[in-house]
């Protein structure tokens, strides 16, 4: 895989859209076919996501990776997936992971039950894109105390509005409850979508892509 890596980081950089890409290299058999992809978060400005996509590519092709036949990465900005098998447009459940605040919130009530409306609210929105669009989506609530809570949902652009929602309302209904629910923020990463939410506004106000 070590050869793909840099193969794709070169087929990446010549190419114009930093937003998602996916793409496919040809290895002299079958088996040394090798299907990549990258997406930044929707609010990322292209040069930051170039710049996360070449830091995580990079951190895939280091000795640890390499020899891998499959290799996902999460950053901040961007994720990096790459296998041997043909994954594009297909929901992945697993592998996830979860990021939680170590902060409780002290509405615990109130907190909850705006924290999975809000959520829902922002994985609908994100979901509605049809299928080669950004699946992109925050929403802000307001909550007791002059507070606020922020909410980010992404799914890759490969999936079907209905995967993207399977994929989100996993996220939401089953990791969250069990994770993360009354923290003051968390993030749930999934091969094909992500979530977050937060006290503070954590993304970009310039959601220019968000139209497209
Ligand atoms: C990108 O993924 C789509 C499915 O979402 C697939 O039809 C297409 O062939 C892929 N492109 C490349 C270059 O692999
Ligand atoms: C990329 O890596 C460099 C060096 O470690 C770091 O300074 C920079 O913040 C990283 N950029 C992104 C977008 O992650
Ligand atoms: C969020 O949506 C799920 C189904 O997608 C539903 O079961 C749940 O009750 C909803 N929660 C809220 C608070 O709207």
Redesign the pocket.
Same mark, same amino acid.
């Given at each position: 895989m070590a050869s793909f890596l840099k193969l794709f980081i070169m087929i990446m950089f010549t190419n114009n859209n930093f937003e998602f890409y996916? %793409? %496919?290299i040809s290895g002299t058999t079958a088996d040394d076919t090798a299907?990549g992809?990258f997406m930044c978060r929707g609010d990322t400005p292209s040069d930051l996501c170039g710049e996360c996509v070449q830091n995580a590519t990079l951190t895939l092709s280091n000795k640890d990776c390499n020899s891998s036949i499959e290799g996902l990465i999460w950053y901040d900005q961007c994720m990096v997936r790459y296998s041997n098998t043909y994954f594009?447009?297909k929901l992945a459940k697993e592998p996830f992971k979860e990021y939680v605040s170590p902060t409780k919130q002290i509405y615990q009530g109130t907190f909850n039950r705006t924290l999975f409306e809000t959520l829902n609210k922002t994985a609908e929105e994100a979901a509605k894109a049809p299928?080669?669009k950004m699946k992109f989506a925050t929403e802000e609530a307001d909550l007791p105390v002059f507070q606020k809570l922020y909410c980010l949902a992404q799914c890759t652009?490969?999936l079907s509005i209905q995967d993207c929602r399977s994929c989100l309302n996993l996220s939401i209904n089953g990791n969250i409850p069990r994770c993360c629910a009354g923290r003051e923020g968390a993030r749930v990463l999934y091969p094909n979508c992500m979530i977050r939410f937060e006290l503070y506004p954590f993304y970009g106000s310039q959601l220019q892509h968000q139209q497209v």
């Open positions: 996916n %793409t %496919t299907y992809m594009f447009s299928i080669g652009p490969d």
